[in-house]
């Protein structure tokens, strides 16, 4: 899978390359049948740089996280594939060096702030907590830098707020909190899984100016998961467009906004609300549901849903390809010939 | 949305203060023991175990004569006979003394028996919880197997082995006890693991040592702290039942449940022995229980106020 893909990623210099994913294939053994929750997943990312994957619910997006983190529940299973993180191989590597890279090297920022943080601990005894995981330092200078890292993500009178438990904080400044823990041993990586969803708008701006500063402060990569495509657009150097497993869609930021290839992320696009239609026209939703992943794989994915789906497209599951310099798709009207442009959406409708 | 607006909002520094002061005081209010001291009945059973428990403590400075001192020339005294408030048993022995020194070893007993059924039940609980599968299954159903037999049986078959001595009553009770905590346990790991931070400690490196004992195990604790209170009466009855059969407490040695094992062949002719030793047990444990289910109102977070 993904075979074309990954030997023009890998021409690209590895300088600054923090994580190698390739042809990741993670799947759930259920009573009811295998769910093919990634199948056939490949990026890279360098330091400094910000990954956005962007899907639909259950598209596979925080699983990819979690095969990364080695955080998947029991029954989910790295299949096949390869996840090289800073030299380390991710799927063999043994639970020592796991524990102590997690935490150190790479850390996670989770999607609702509120329940992310031990309700029955104060905020302080966390962070030193977790400082003194991975750093050996005396308790008082672990609160030194639990300060330092409360400031740094905006947090006033941090001596104070230590004391505070989470349940005393608002949404917003749980987050900060999780985000100041996240970065208080400066990570390389660091995944934000959905990092604004349950936050109000306001606040989601904030949340994501912070974790722009911190990471050009702290020259951190971050694989940013979301279905805000606003979001991507404002944090994203490079967006993967996941679909039921799949990558539809792999490019530069401003090249997959400029001109998107795949028919499911034109879809994603126009599903959009814009101010300037506003009270015009109805919202444009893609008609359908994805596809039950126990049983993908035989076709294209997205063939039930897609208004140019062909014969082609029921027989053979298309390959990622680079149609454009970085730029690759998945899909088989976008091979070269016949190509396929966004404008005949309206002219089909 | 630039930096000084999430560096320092000048309106939110301005409110912080008195945001702070205010936090301040409504933790005050729900502080546990403020919260306790406002439940009538909670304090009532607070009472009672401190001074049942300063009787215990300070039971060589209390009892006015040594309880296993034998008068023969005045047996069967009743209560308010001259120098033995609670008048005397079969023996001439001041029972003023021997319930004062009764009350140091039923409660030694019973807080002991608890704690050994709760230090290894609980442990086992977590394990079980947490790592679930196979361990899970063989921890649980020899703790089912336990439970199938009914308490008292399990603790006298656990004493005719481990013969009889305070300490093995001790261990007694708390092996008896364990399947209890160890299910309350388990059922409260099921709840807390699944929490997302949990997951959060994980990512940041914490080891599945750190989640169970440290996490899962603070999250837990309020039940724990409830049923180990209420357990401390059942324990209290336990040792008193074990000793009234005679596998208890060896005499001379004064505990509640020798007492009234004493009192019961004195029946007719001084009731007095029986009824005070019963009166011990029963305030005892009414006390244990109204402080249980205060500190469960307590604990609730349903109940904030």
Known sequence: MAQDAQEVLEKTPESGRILTVHDLHTYFHTASGIAKAVDGVSFTLDRGKTLGIVGESGSGKSVTAASV?????????????????DDNDMVTIEKDKLLDLRGNDMAMIF??????????????????????????????????????????????????????YPYELSGGMCQRVMIA?????HPKFVIADEPTTALDVTVQAQVLELLKDLQ??????????????????????????????????????????????HPYTWG???????????GKTDLKTIPGVPPDLRLTGACCNFYNRCPYATEHCRTEVPKLKEILPGHFVACHRQNGVNKLTRGEVNAHE | MADKNTQAPSADTLSEASTLEMLKRERRANNAWHKLSRNKTAVIGLVIVVIMVILAVFATFIAPQDPNAIDIAHTYLKPGAAGHIFGTDSYGRDLFSRIVYGARISIFVAIGGTIVGAVIGVLLGLVAGFF???????IMRIMDGMMAFPFILLALILMTILGTGTLNVILAIGIANVPNFARIVRGQVHVVKNEEYCNAERVLGASNARIVFRHIFANALSPIIVYFTLNIASAIISEAALSFLGLGITPPTASWGNILSDGKNSLQLAPHIATISGIFILLTVLGFNLLGDGIRDVLDPKQKR
């Open chain 1, 268 to 278: 994603l696009l126009d599903s959009m609300p814009k101010l300037s239609d506003a």
């Open chain 1, 69 to 85: 983190m080695r955080l998947l529940p029991k029954n989910g299973r790295i299949e096949s594939g390869e996840i090289i993180f």
């Open chain 2, 132 to 138: 679930g599968g196979i361990v899970d299954s063989i």
């Open chain 1, 216 to 261: 050009q402060q702290l020259d951190t990569a971050i694989l940013l998961i979301t279905h805000n495509l606003g979001i991507i657009w404002q944090m994203a150097d490079t967006v993967m467009v996941m679909y039921a497993g799949r990558t539809c869609e792999y490019a530069p930021m401003e090249d997959l906004y400029a001109r998107p290839l």
């Open chain 1, 181 to 185: 823990m996240a970065v208080s041993c």
């Open chain 1, 111 to 164: 999607q609702d702030p509120m329940t992310a943080l031990d309700p029955v601990f104060k905020i302080g005894s966390q962070m030193i907590e977790q400082i003194r995981i991975h750093d050996h330092m005396s308790k008082a200078e672990a609160r030194e830098r639990s300060i330092e890292m409360l400031k740094l993500v905006g947090i006033p009178n941090p001596e104070s707020r230590l004391n505070s």
